[in-house]
């Protein structure tokens, strides 16, 4: 079983600036996807990014990216620019791909990072 | 862009009643997953479809049961509902052609009373 912890429950930036938010897996499959997730206080869950464990390339989106490091199985996402619509739950997820095919690739969470942006 | 549509957005019942939630999934999606979130917690993995068949199955209760429609829009049937079942509902959809990953509906809270 596949397990993703997120070390930091709370964290705070200032407008503008830039914050980082770690989330460490175990595993022992070789082929996998990670992704961050946010939920704003609606409760929405919004794609962030996306990371598939073959790509040696960090993933960017716009003004987030992540250091995806898979020997040591970590997995951060940088907000760059801060903005006051970033202040959400960020949750991290691992998505096992495998041989049972479509409809089995279920989603593991962490429990989250809360993120706030100070004006 | 269309999105995964649920419905209820909300839903008040009463313990020992039944309730049913609905899932359209984005169109072209094959896929479909449902999950349960607590107050303060991450998603928990209850049941996913795929092309109409059932794929997996997470920690869902004997009490709850689930299917996949011809148009792949989904259900998902809970009884004799408990205090416990008080959570957040979520449907998400995949695509096997698209990279299979997980497009979030906006959930069903469904309190138990």
């Known amino acids: 079983a596949q397990t993703v912890t997120q070390s930091q429950p709370e964290m705070s930036v200032q407008e503008a600036e830039t914050v980082t938010l770690s989330c460490t897996y175990d595993?022992?499959?070789?082929?996998?996807?990670l992704f961050w997730y946010k939920q704003p206080p609606s409760r929405q869950m919004i794609l962030v990014i996306r990371?598939?464990?073959?790509?040696?390339q960090n993933a960017t989106e716009n003004r987030f990216s992540v250091n995806f490091q898979k020997a040591a199985k970590s997995f951060s996402l940088k907000i760059s620019d801060s903005q006051l619509g970033d202040t959400a739950m960020y949750f991290c997820?691992?998505?096992?791909?495998?041989?049972?095919?479509?409809?089995?690739?279920?989603?593991?969470f962490g429990k989250g990072t809360k993120l706030s942006v100070i004006p | 862009a269309a999105g995964v549509i649920q419905s209820p957005r909300h839903l008040i019942k009463e313990k020992r009643e039944t309730a049913t939630l609905k899932c359209y999934p984005i169109?072209?999606?094959?896929?479909v997953y449902w999950y349960q979130q607590g107050p303060g917690q991450d998603p928990q993995f209850l049941i996913s479809?795929?092309?109409?068949?059932?794929?997996d199955k997470g920690s869902i209760p004997d009490r709850f049961s689930a299917q996949q429609f011809s148009d792949y829009h989904s259900e998902l049937n809970m009884s004799s509902l408990e205090l416990g079942d008080s959570a957040l509902y979520f449907c998400?959809?995949?695509?096997?052609?698209?990279?299979?990953?997980?497009?979030f509906g906006p959930g069903t809270r469904l309190t138990v009373l």
């Open positions: 998400a959809s995949s695509s096997t052609e698209l990279g299979d990953t997980q497009y």
């Open positions: 595993t022992s499959e070789n082929n996998y996807y």
């Open positions: 990371q598939e464990a073959y790509k040696q």
């Open positions: 997820a691992f998505m096992k791909l495998g041989y049972s095919g479509a409809g089995s690739y279920q989603l593991t």
């Open positions: 169109p072209r999606h094959d896929t």
């Open positions: 479809f795929y092309e109409k068949m059932q794929s």
